[in-house]
């Protein structure tokens, strides 16, 4: 059976290293960094199934991290767990509205900590079978004849190597996450570019004739919906 792998993102290290030891008794496989910047790099490498992410940080603080994390295709998928002294509504709201899947507050046992995660694993494995995600669990992702690899950078079609550009590579690694799912152009837009990227929603038009050119046969599979977006064909 294949660990779970978890990543705890807290800069007090007595609560870093009590919430890992936790986890690594219960089975999972986990890494620690102390900072919002270290998430980052760390999720963008090797995305964890599951982020522990204090909401208080130096630096970049846990709602700018949640949020640059769901913007981004190759970290979208990963839980969030919002681990925070902070228990006021607002700031729970806050955190649930930039993507975290739930949050615990501080002091926590180590039973609710658990459970917390446990629910919020199961609950992932369910929308990706719900939504048709299709990540196995080496993270490849498998439409079609299309096979992207995220770790690599790399998409063969028919096991043939196919050359994206980055943005190419993000835009369909973007749609292949829930094929069949209709996505608007700002959508895309905002998951492939971010917030302060300086081109127009129609720019998207552009880059997806680009990608269904490099595809060849397989880019039929990226369907256009009339006045909505577009769709990678489950």
Not at 12 to 17: A, L
Not at 68 to 92: C, F
Not at 125 to 150: K, W
Request: proline residues 3%; charged residues 25%.
């Amino acid at each position: 059976m294949v660990k779970r792998s978890i990543l705890v993102v807290e800069d007090e290290e007595d609560i870093r290293e009590l919430v890992s030891y936790t986890l690594l008794k219960e089975g999972y496989q986990v890494a620690s960094v102390a900072s919002g910047e270290e998430a980052i790099s760390v999720a963008q490498v090797k995305p964890p199934d599951l982020i522990v992410l204090d909401l208080m940080l130096p630096g970049v603080d846990g709602l700018t991290v949640c949020q640059r994390l769901r913007a981004d295709p190759q970290t979208a998928h990963m839980a969030i767990v919002m681990l925070t002294a902070r228990g006021e509504e607002a700031d729970i709201v806050s955190g649930l509205n930039m993507g975290a899947d739930d949050y615990i507050t501080k002091p926590f046992s180590r039973n609710v900590l658990l459970a917390r995660i446990r629910a919020v694993l199961r609950n992932k494995g369910l929308r990706q079978r719900a939504t048709g995600e299709s990540e196995n669990a080496d993270g490849l992702l498998h439409i079609h004849n299309i096979v992207i690899h995220p770790g690599r950078h790399a998409v063969t079609v028919d096991g043939e190597p196919v050359e994206l550009s980055a943005t190419e590579f993000r835009l369909l690694h973007f749609l292949a996450r829930k094929p069949g799912w209709v996505y608007s152009r700002e959508q895309i837009l905002d998951a492939v570019h971010g917030d302060n990227y300086a081109v127009t929603a129609r720019a998207v038009d552009v880059q997806i004739v680009g990608l269904r050119r490099r595809l060849g046969a397989a880019g039929k599979h990226i369907e256009t919906v009339r006045g909505v977006g577009y769709r990678l064909k489950g």
